[in-house]
């Protein structure tokens, strides 16, 4: 069970519980879906973990996909931000379900439990799927003029299975042409502000971790975007896993295991900012 703090109303995890409370939830602007899910740990926090969700950036799929994971990265000692953005048939799409991720990291400096402001010090974007291409568009945000005011940098990327080539995905038809459907157009080698592979090097690690046998994203997105990376002179890595587009989101799998661990190191690692 959880426990009430303070004048937050915040929930913190109980290390001795399998069941997750109900986060807190906070809206960083008016829209239905522009909002976020707070998780603490129970003792003191490791860092801030981003979480964001996939669904080839369609409205049918909705931050609940990210709950199981908030919710297991605080049992081990992170604090999760579970976020919620305008999705295509949502009222988003480019630019503005970037403009979403973009608030939603941000609005975590105006975040405090007990009056005590959250450190920000180490903040790490987890993404799977589609979810995996805007936790690595997030850390690069910085870099375009229209998110240039950006509040809370990030310090580190986990892609879980990314959609981190956006030309190759859609030439690939993944999604069944979701990102075209995304993008509003076909994607172009001018899509600098969009597209992950075309915004390398990145300033700050980021690490993929995929499935062999993933179907619905190839592992090629991943082992592309790290022959690319590792070229441009970034800090880059891949964990390659046993298992499917889903494994990398099972928190009972050793792929979640080995997550863990990268998110451990990352949170150990100075960066470039």
């Known amino acids: ?37 707070l998780f603490l740990p129970a003792g003191g926090s490791r860092g801030v973990v981003v979480v964001v969700h996939g669904g080839f950036w369609k409205a049918a799929y909705d931050c609940s996909l990210g709950r199981p994971l908030a919710a297991a990265l605080a049992r081990a000692g992170w604090t999760a931000w579970n976020i919620e953005y305008r999705r295509v048939g949502d009222g988003g799409g480019t630019p503005e379900t970037l403009d979403d991720v973009a608030a939603a990291i941000d609005k975590l400096a105006e975040v405090s439990v007990d009056g005590v402001p959250l450190d920000l010090s180490c903040v790490l974007t987890l993404g799977h799927s589609a979810g995996g291409h805007l936790a690595a568009w997030a850390a690069a945000r910085g870099q375009h003029e229209r998110w240039a005011q950006e509040r809370v940098p990030v310090t580190g990327v986990v892609s879980q299975a990314g959609v981190l080539d956006l030309r190759r995905a859609h030439v690939e038809q993944l999604g069944a042409g979701a990102v075209e459907e995304f993008l509003g157009r076909r994607p172009t080698d001018l899509d600098v502000t969009v597209d992950p592979l075309l915004q390398l090097p990145l300033d700050v690690p980021l690490w993929c971790v995929h499935g062999v046998d993933d179907e619905v994203v190839p592992i090629t997105q991943s082992r592309r975007y790290v022959e690319h990376a590792r070229l441009a002179g970034a800090e880059v890595g891949i964990v390659e896993v046993e298992g499917d587009h889903f494994t990398v989101v099972d928190v009972d799998s050793d792929a979640w295991a080995r997550t863990l661990e990268v998110l451990e190191s990352l949170a150990s690692t100075p960066t470039r900012h």
């Open 1 to 37: 069970m959880g426990r009430r703090t303070g004048v937050t109303n915040v929930w913190r995890m109980d290390a001795l519980s399998d069941q997750p409370p109900a986060p807190q939830r906070v809206s960083y602007g008016t829209h239905p879906s522009q909002y976020a899910e």
